[in-house]
């Protein structure tokens, strides 16, 4: 076992809360009096409204109040904000529409908040909301990005986005692209859709909001995945609030994804509501709330192109890109297909130079934003898919044509300026082939071409850049009774922080891992933090956990020295352990503790990385499809990663292969589909938008290589993404690759069964 417990297997301890029934989501809050709000929601994607007349709900049984957009500006409560603004090509930040906290004079996609109902009970508060008098001046929608942009389509934000556009966004070398494309020998060209996904985590969005009079002050408890940020930015830029004066606390979460990163509008209308009607306020999405208003994720068209020379390497990468964010800027909507997506284009290859070129885009849709892996999921897409044709168009076997373009040594540095610290990128590649029999493969694909299936074998290598940003600070006590408490700024929504933390914490302080109680997500509680998102909780949580830990132990080494009766330059720590020099003499950390006055061993630790990680890893993925369904089986998936150190495999193969079902989804089942003319959301409940199944993934054959970060603390590289960023290309590989004999050799995602029926229906060759 290494230092803080890194190795070790050890199973969630927090599972066994959420087995019993005694995990804490934000609707097992309930506080004295409170009363529930609804929302109610345009029906349409576009218009004017003309008549918004609320009165009559306001005289239903049990309501208390209903709030529009007038009563929140005379409450001097200020919009959504956007908070990263891409500079343009134009060398200006881009323009930010203004979003309301409930529509204000326009509607804009289906779903947006336009009245908050708040009444004793949700039978009375819907009632009312069917009351309420909501008429539309209906304009033209514009739902599909490609329409959006297309000459005459109707402008959704005319001072702000001229062609529906915001920004132009580009990075690298155009003019040094053009020379390398012009002298290639080869060009391999690709348009691709990453199509739009709704989160949809097990636990739905909600609020609860208490507003104290006599403190001028308010407590918001809700999903999120940094109660710290939400705060800030609800204080600062909404309620013009000191922040002492709100006080967030997310409990359990169920399920993140990025989508909780985010500030919503109904989080907004409780605190309103609360202070209005001077009761607790609550509001829970159901799930068709959910897929109308949850930030979505992906959604990109991409036009790439890869100049290669006449041994099939890469001479130069051409992207050209446009990205969705909605109708209106989520807090970092347009980061994602640019600054966020943009510089890992490249992948894993030597790409001497490179250029993309990325519009943001708005449409009358839910804004999408950050969703797993965030803009590192389309690019390994691009990549990964232009690898694959360029290898059947020059001839070349997929595996040779990536170890052709692998960089000839590491540390390596990117066109788009990423620094690749560590990696054995052949290394991984080899294991994953030798793992998954590659050389055996044609004779599975015989046996199953004998049983009418066609077989496919995908590949995928995936680098993506994770586990850096601002700094994050942990605090550590270890009391006298022998528990610790750990107050840390990051938050869990199922990842098992709780886990991680206390097992560094337990295997250093020679205590067991129930004995560390872990807090997060209170802002009354834990004094400072920047969240989760990003894998940086492990890279920046786990580092300045670890040096505060550090710290404790210090603290009592000169306890330590006296108790032994030894220099305190001699005494050594092992296990819990100070040992005395040349003796069998030692004295446990938890025996100083008891003796020590109350907050004795104590420690506050901050750190900051000075760049971020580079997980990277290489998935081989074998599928089965039924010709006369289209319906597609995976059957084989194996994964060799490097995530640097590893703490717990245990947690860390969960992480990978969560990550690998939700780019399977995206692969093969999940979309969001909005009727392009109305703007009508047709995917919306769980009947309609297909997620993946228990029975949709075989056994995972998942290892590591553990090669160490040198830009980590401890070594590791952020791994809550990974699984997510190399599974999408490598399905869809396997795809293609199964349906190539027919001659198909482009497919868009979701390869759904209706999709491949469709392209065997007409392919050159049927089955």
């Not at 109902?117 to 009632?127: G, K, N, P, S």
């Not at 985590?201 to 939400?230: K, N, V, W």
């Not at 107050?487 to 933390?501: D, F, P």
């Not at 399977?664 to 938008?689: F, H, K, N, P, R």
Request: glycine share 12%; hydrophobic share 40%.
């Amino acid at each position: 076992m290494g230092r803080f417990g890194f190795g070790q297997a050890l199973r969630r301890v927090e599972d066994d809360r959420f087995l019993t029934g005694a995990g804490q989501y934000t609707d097992d809050v309930c506080l004295p009096g409170q009363a529930i709000g609804y929302v109610v929601r345009s029906p349409y994607a576009h218009g004017d409204i003309t008549v918004l007349d609320v009165s009559a709900a306001r005289e239903m049984p049990g309501v208390l109040a209903v709030l529009t957009d007038a009563d929140l500006t005379a409450a001097g409560i200020g919009g959504l904000p956007c908070v990263v603004r891409p500079t343009g090509t134009n060398g200006q930040k881009m323009p930010v529409p203004e979003r309301p906290v409930l529509a204000r004079g326009r509607v804009r996609y289906v779903g947006e908040p336009v009245a908050f109902v708040v009444a004793e009970t949700l039978e009375q508060a819907r009632d009312a909301a069917e009351q309420i008098l909501l008429d539309v001046d209906i304009l033209p929608a514009v739902a599909d990005l490609a329409a959006a942009v297309a000459p005459g389509a109707e402008i959704l934000w005319p001072d702000h986005a001229p062609g529906n556009v915001l920004t132009d966004f580009a990075l690298g070398d155009a003019a040094a692209v053009e020379a390398a494309f012009a002298g290639a020998a080869h060009h391999v060209s690709l348009d691709l859709i990453n199509n739009r996904l709704a989160p949809t985590p097990l636990e739905p969005r909600g609020a609860l909001a208490a507003y104290d009079p006599a403190e001028g002050s308010y407590t918001l408890y809700t999903g999120s995945q940094g109660s710290h940020t939400l705060r800030d930015w609800l204080c600062r830029l909404v309620l013009s609030l000191p922040p002492e004066k709100l006080r967030v606390v997310a409990g359990d979460v169920g399920g993140g994804f990025g989508m909780r990163l985010f500030l919503y509008n109904e989080q907004v209308l409780v605190l309103a509501a609360s202070r209005l009607t001077g009761r607790a306020v609550k509001w829970i999405a159901d799930r068709g709330e959910g897929f109308q208003s949850d930030t979505h994720g992906r959604d990109q068209r991409n036009h790439a192109e890869l100049a290669l020379d006449a041994d099939g390497r890469i001479l130069a990468l051409r992207v050209r890109s446009l990205g969705n964010v909605g109708a209106y800027l989520s807090q970092m909507g347009a980061f994602v297909p640019t600054m966020a997506g943009t510089s890992m284009l490249t992948g894993v290859y030597h790409v001497p130079v490179a250029y993309a070129h990325a519009q943001v885009v708005v449409t009358n849709t839910a804004p999408v934003d950050a969703y797993r892996g965030a803009g590192r999921p389309e690019a390994a897409y691009v990549i990964e898919r232009l690898m694959d044709a360029a290898a059947r168009q020059l001839g070349l076997s997929r595996d040779e044509i990536r170890r052709r373009n692998f960089p000839v040594a590491l540390p390596y540095k990117t066109a788009f300026g990423h620094a690749y610290d560590s990696g054995d990128f052949p290394r991984l590649l080899e294991t994953a082939q030798a793992r998954a029999d590659w050389a055996g493969f044609e004779a599975r694909r015989a046996d199953a071409r004998g049983r009418g299936r066609l077989r496919g074998l995908g590949i995928s290598y995936y680098v993506e850049v994770c586990g850096g940003g601002g700094d994050e600070t942990a605090h550590v006590e270890l009391h006298g009774d022998g528990t610790a408490t750990v107050l840390i700024g990051t938050q869990s929504t199922g990842q098992g922080h709780e886990t991680a933390y206390a097992q560094m914490v337990a295997a250093e302080f020679g205590i067991s891992p129930q004995a560390v109680r872990v807090r997060q997500g209170d802002t009354a509680e834990v004094p400072t933090g920047k969240g989760t998102g990003g894998s940086r909780s492990l890279p920046v949580g786990g580092a300045s956990l670890s040096q505060a830990v550090d710290a404790v132990i210090a603290l009592a080494r000169p306890l330590a020295a006296a108790r032994l009766g030894a220099a305190e330059d001699t005494v050594r720590f092992e296990d819990g352990v100070f040992l005395a020099p040349a003796s069998n003499e030692g004295v446990r950390l938890t025996d100083l503790a008891a003796d020590a006055p109350a907050g004795a061993l104590k420690a506050t630790s901050a750190w900051k990385p000075p760049a971020g990680t580079y997980p990277n890893g290489c998935h081989l993925v074998e599928v089965e499809i039924d010709p006369d369904t289209g319906a597609t089986e995976v059957v084989r998936y194996t994964i060799v990663d490097d995530v640097g150190v590893v703490i717990n495999p245990l947690l860390l193969k969960g992480q990978v292969v969560g990550g690998v079902a939700q780019g399977l989804g995206q692969a093969l089942c999940e979309g969001v589909v909005y009727e392009a003319d109305s703007g009508q959301l047709l995917t919306g409940s769980l009947m309609d938008y297909a997620l993946p199944r228990a029975d949709s993934l075989p056994d995972i054959d998942f290892s590591t290589v553990e090669i160490p970060c040198t830009t980590n603390l401890l070594g590791v590289k952020g791994a809550g993404e990974a699984g997510t960023i190399g599974s999408t290309p490598a399905v869809m590989s396997a795809v293609l690759d199964a349906l190539a004999p027919c001659g198909i050799t482009h497919l868009d995602m979701p390869a759904t069964p209706l999709a491949v029926w469709t392209a065997l229906q007409t392919a050159e060759t049927r089955p």
